[in-house]
């Protein structure tokens, strides 16, 4: 079976074309057509801007991906459904559903979050899902979300906890924004720290690790924010040094919490994605304590092959009307 895969959920135009058989997938292409240069102007993503911009690259980028797959032909339609900017899902909805009417092909709605789990099913580069243990703990830290989600199988999640205010990757955005290095802001704070590594470490600043010794599996990440502005303001600080703060702070409370999660619900495996998943640190101090699953970086980020993939589990949940649901949960 031959899926179409589209994502137009935040500010990256995704469509991807796989082909699936027995729950293996093969990508034939996954194109990402990033908006980052448009937003990097204003330090974050406008809705209207990236809604404007997804009705400009979608028919482009379709062709792109049925030109690298070299075959036009497929038998479903997935589609982000939610959550995401609604202007935004729209787009990639009315794309959706006028390809299903014209080439009388069903479709199926999908869930994005969902969707940065099962990008680590895509076969090939992980372990199939024939082969991951459950019940499985996800820690799903993305631009717009920070969930750890108790997955039992494919369907079958449970929201253990959130985050009350900002995102992880968010909290990344805000501060780099604070510290004048652009959009997206979590690539732009790794690098810098990077730099800090073959630096003094005299320099060192102490930032806090918010909600890490609570009894529950919530986040709250604005006050480090907070907790930046204000150093920023009041006293002299080295930039690398306070990249390497901020990443260090937000890597201990995710690690802390998910393992936390994974002990008390006795899982057997840790799922991560989204697209702070795509940190290096993350990744390491991570592997150090758990055998963790992770996509490759380019799958953490949004892309179409999640959405694809997600789409093929759900198949039979095919319709005619879609709707957009920011706020969808799993
Ligand atoms: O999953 P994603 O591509 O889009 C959403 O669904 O939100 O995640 C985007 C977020 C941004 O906040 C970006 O700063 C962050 O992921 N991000 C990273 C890295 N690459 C992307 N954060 C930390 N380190 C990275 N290497
Ligand atoms: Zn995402």
Not at 24 to 51: D, E, M, R, T
Not at 111 to 135: Q, V
Not at 147 to 155: A, E, N, R, S, Y
Not at 239 to 259: F, P, R
């Amino acid at each position: 079976m031959k899926i179409l895969a589209i994502d137009t959920s935040c500010d990256d135009t995704c469509i991807a074309l796989l082909e699936a058989k027995d729950s293996y997938f093969k990508i034939l292409s996954n194109i990402v057509s990033s908006q980052v240069k448009l937003h990097a102007k204003y330090g974050g993503v406008y809705p209207f801007l990236a809604k404007r911009e997804h009705q400009k690259n979608l028919p482009f980028v379709f062709k792109k991906a049925l030109r690298q797959a070299q075959g036009k032909q497929f038998d479903l339609i997935g589609v982000t459904a939610g959550p995401g900017l609604e202007p935004c899902l729209w787009q990639g909805i009315n794309f959706a559903q006028d390809l299903s009417e014209k080439f009388k092909i069903p479709i199926v709605p999908v869930n994005h979050i969902e969707a940065h789990i099962l990008a680590n099913f895509i076969d090939g580069f992980t372990k199939s899902i024939k082969s991951i243990k459950f019940p499985a703990v996800c820690l799903i830290v993305s631009g717009g979300h920070t969930q750890l989600i108790l997955m039992k199988g494919i369907g079958d999640y449970k929201i253990l906890g959130e985050t009350r205010d900002d995102a992880a990757g968010e909290c990344f955005d805000k501060v780099a924004r604070i510290l004048g290095l652009g959009y997206p802001g979590g690539p732009a704070i790794a690098a810098n720290v990077a730099k800090y590594k073959i630096q003094n470490t005299r320099y060192k600043i102490q930032l806090p690790r918010p909600m890490i010794h609570q009894k529950n599996y919530d986040f709250s990440f604005s006050g480090l924010k907070t907790a930046v502005l204000y150093k920023v303001r009041s006293e002299k600080y080295n930039k690398a040094a306070m990249c390497a703060e901020v990443q260090q702070a937000i890597i201990d409370v995710l690690i802390y919490k998910t393992l936390k999660a994974a002990k008390d619900f006795r899982v057997k495996s840790i799922i991560l994605g989204g697209g702070v998943a795509a940190n290096n640190e993350l990744r390491k101090q991570f592997k150090n304590k758990f055998d963790i699953i992770v996509p490759p970086e380019e799958f953490c980020t949004d892309n179409g092959a999640m959405i694809g993939v997600t789409a093929y589990f759900h198949r039979l949940k095919k319709t005619k009307e879609i709707k957009a649901e920011a706020n969808l949960k799993i």
